[in-house]
């Protein structure tokens, strides 16, 4: 797809660097950082060897923003904080300033521009989030607007600091779980075997690749109308959706049975406990956009819960920990079924090995 | 917390701006999506219809109907295909409509994968140039960001990436990962603002993603090699989790107290707090009170993080510090959720000698992994399916007590004799 008139040759750079994006007192003081505080809500405060102070007010976005919020963003950034800004891993926009002054003034210019400040110390922070119908080949669901109804709820805990310690949330729209582990996730759950369009699978699907993705080995080739194409062994199948992404026409989404299941748990955090894995906690919510209201509504026990009983520092994780997964369902009103009791690869390690039991 | 079903109710009652007869709008009525416009958290659909609005571009009319529908039929219509730019293999995610006949502005919207700065820093320079470029030759929506890390350009034709990859290239942007190859790195922000940076991770990230720049536009591999870069084990990139090689800051000897501090510290928070916030919160016990002073038993201290987190004035990393490299994280695709795990306790990183030894050691895993790996699958994968000791054998790394959590339970093993 070159054209002739081509004149520029590529540079492979890799990432853009970074020195031109930090600002002076930060590149003066890059890594001589003494201590911080959070004074407020959405606002910290970092302090240098030298004495020198850089504020930073954090706020929180869509992520799927366009080249006019974006801009928007730069004139807050020109105006206030000498025209530096970054963004957080939970893509919450950071401006960067050593003028205390500019930290009020800025806070109510983003607020204005309905960017909410807040995100600091405990609270529950913006959502790490994938892509969904807007733009995935494989997704069940939205996550944008997933997030968007999630954080609507939210909004007020992501501006104070007012839970046990931070909380870190997820969405992902198919199994694979892109948007990882986190304290409370909602991830899709497929719960019926993929359709297989025979007509169009071996033209557009490499039947070994296909085969080899099943992790239980439910997958076979077949023949069907003389064509070589595949079956899927359903007692066998745990719609995983493993098979969609190397092949097309073995569809797992679909509108009724893909359903959103809830995790809690997650913690990649080395604090206090070692980093732990999510687990089941909700699932067979229906798919119900745009509001998806059942999915914020187990997401609204499980903080409530959280924030009523947790001890300062436990992560969601933690608490449960302590108070146990029996106390755990009782509290949030969520019911325990069979399907939360492991049975792939190393369930065992989820077994209750002790005579630990709580009554 | 509350709300959610106030907000949805509010939302069922469509905005002033849209309806049937769509008051002359450029864009078509989307009522669904609308319905995500209430609420106090900022709104994507608001930010798309705005900039829909104002560039009359007939590619965000036509993703804003094809999203549209998708709300209303609840199933995706996107597929992939083949868009790249030249002497490049990965970097452009290609997305055609599936029902292109039904919504023709929609039939192409492929994504740009951009390496941002370590760290995500920008100066409103960088990032106006990036959107003016983008505006010129794409639909003007961008992902801040990825979850691998990436700038997401959303929404270009086919015949004008290369143009505006041209573009970008000359004010120093590139393409990110995608596929079998080396993927775009994430760093937390590191010694730019934070007091336990422990090593200066976003020249590492700098330094090992421009290495393997080849591996990253071409890829060749058995699957997906993600780094990330924490400087402390509070870990805020998630590299345990969500990358294949992550290495994390840490140090080897006492944490630093500021003893007047601690007393500023107790005299402000109380010592119930000491008491019950710091020192019981330890994971092993380290820290003790000797006629009121804290003492943290270096031997014990297994650098969690929990005490320094609690008490930033007055505790710090310890003075040599380095990195560890843990191995292997991925999520659920298909042997379920694998954390990574240590492989190299530390290693000094401080000057171009010890860059140089890092990224020597991670192009031996990377040709083992080449050799031993199956198609598919991530090094996590191959490592547990080989066993650790063949890995560090196959690479030539040492074996470390701190790669596990206890010798093994069971007595099946082959010793030499």
Same mark, same amino acid.
């Given at each position: ?359 | ?85 030249? !002497?490049? =293999? #990965? %970097?452009?995610? +290609?997305?055609? &409509?599936? *029902?292109?006949?039904?919504?023709? @502005?929609? $039939? ?68 990110? !990962?995608? =596929? #079998? %190859?080396?993927? +775009?790195?994430? &760093?937390? *922000?590191?010694?730019?603002?934070? @007091?336990? $940076? ?80 710091? *020192? ?138």
């Amino acid at each position: 797809m070159s054209s002739p008139e081509r004149t520029w040759k590529t540079i492979e750079s890799g990432p853009h660097t970074y020195e031109e994006a930090l600002h002076p007192v930060v590149r003066k003081n890059y890594g001589k950082w003494k201590y911080h505080e959070i004074p407020k809500a959405g606002v910290l405060k970092h302090v240098a060897e030298s004495g020198d102070v850089i504020w930073t007010v954090r706020a929180g976005t869509p992520r799927q923003d366009t080249v006019d919020m974006v801009r928007r963003l730069c004139d807050v950034a020109d105006r206030y904080s000498d025209g530096y800004l970054r963004f957080t891993v939970r893509n919450n926009v950071e401006f960067l300033t050593p003028n205390g002054a500019n930290v009020e003034p800025m806070i109510q210019e983003l607020e204005s521009l309905g960017f909410p400040v807040g995100g600091t110390g405990m609270c529950v922070s913006s959502v790490s989030h994938t892509q969904g119908w807007l733009h995935c080949d494989i997704p069940a669901t939205d996550a944008s607007g997933v997030v968007k109804s999630m954080m609507d709820t939210v909004y007020k805990e992501f501006k104070d600091m007012q839970m046990p310690n931070k909380v870190r949330l997820s969405t992902s729209c198919c199994a694979i779980n892109c948007g990882g582990q986190a304290d409370i996730a909602v991830v899709v759950k497929h719960t019926r075997p993929p359709r297989i369009n025979h007509e169009h699978l071996s033209t557009i699907c490499e039947l070994p690749k296909a085969v080899a993705r099943c992790p239980v080995a439910a997958i076979r080739p077949t023949v069907i109308d003389g064509k070589k194409t595949l079956m899927v062994d359903e007692k066998k199948c745990i719609c995983c959706g493993a098979c969609f992404g190397a092949c097309p026409a073995m569809e797992i989404n679909h509108p009724e049975h893909s359903k959103f299941a809830i995790w809690v748990g997650g913690k990649n955090s080395n604090a206090r406990s070692k980093p732990s894995t999510m687990s089941l906690v909700a699932h067979n919510l229906p798919n119900n956009p745009p509001r998806w209201p059942e999915v914020t509504d187990v997401i609204g026990r499980i903080l409530t819960a959280y924030k009523e009983g947790g001890r300062p520092w436990e992560r969601v994780g933690e608490w449960i920990n302590r108070i146990g997964w029996k106390r755990f369902f009782e509290e949030t009103g969520l019911k325990f079924d069979e399907n939360m009791i492991d049975s792939y690869r190393h369930a065992r390690t989820t077994f209750n090995q002790s005579a630990h039991i709580r009554f | 917390m509350e709300g959610a079903n106030d907000s949805a109710s509010k939302g069922a009652c469509h905005c002033g701006g849209c309806g049937a007869d769509n008051n002359g709008s450029f864009l078509n009525p989307t009522p669904m999506l609308d319905q995500l416009e209430s609420g106090p958290w900022p709104s994507f659909v608001s930010g798309f219809k705005e900039t829909a609005e104002r560039t009359k571009k007939p590619m965000l009319r036509g993703v804003l109907d094809q999203l549209e529908y998708s709300y209303n039929t609840r199933m995706g219509y996107w597929k992939g295909g083949l868009v790249t730019v030249d !002497g490049y =293999g #990965a %970097g452009i995610i +290609t997305r055609y &409509s599936m *029902i292109k006949d039904k919504f023709p @502005e929609a $039939a192409e919207f492929h994504t740009m994968r951009i390496q941002p700065a370590p760290g995500l820093h920008y100066n409103t320079t960088m990032l106006r140039e990036l959107c003016d470029i983008w505006e010129k030759h794409g639909s003007g929506i961008i992902t801040l960001h990825g979850q691998t890390g990436d700038i997401m350009l959303q929404g270009i034709e086919q015949d004008k990436v290369q143009e505006c990859f041209d573009e970008l290239n000359q004010k120093g942007w590139d393409l990110g !990962g995608a =596929g #079998a %190859g080396m993927r +775009t790195g994430v &760093s937390c *922000i590191g010694p730019g603002r934070c @007091e336990n $940076a422990c090593y200066d991770n976003l020249k590492l990230h700098l330094v090992a993603l421009k290495h393997f720049i080849g591996q990253v536009h071409r890829p060749e591999w058995n699957y997906k090699l993600k780094f990330k870069f924490s400087g402390c084990p509070n870990d805020c990139t998630n590299s345990i989790m969500r990358s294949d090689l992550a290495v994390i800051g840490t140090w080897k000897d006492a944490i630093q107290i500021d003893r007047e501090e601690v007393k500023n510290w107790i005299a402000a928070q109380g010592m119930d707090a000491l008491v019950n916030n710091v *020192i019981t919160r330890c994971p092993t016990k380290a820290i003790t009170l000797n006629d009121g002073e804290m003492e943290i038993s270096s031997r014990d201290c297994v650098r969690c993080m929990h005490c320094l987190n609690a008490m930033p004035k007055a505790l710090s990393p310890g003075r040599e510090k380095g990195i560890a490299l843990l191995m292997g994280g991925k999520n659920t695709l298909k042997v379920g959720v694998n954390m990574g795990s240590l492989i190299i306790p530390f290693m000094k990183m401080e000057d171009e000698e010890d860059y140089e030894a890092f990224l020597e050691k991670i192009e031996d895993i990377i040709d083992w992994w080449d050799d031993a790996g199956l198609d598919h699958e991530r090094i996590g994968e191959t490592i547990e399916r080989v066993g650790l000791q063949q890995f560090l054998e196959g690479v030539g790394l040492e074996y470390d007590i701190n790669q596990i959590t206890r010798p093994r339970d069971n007595p099946y093993f082959k010793a030499k004799y």
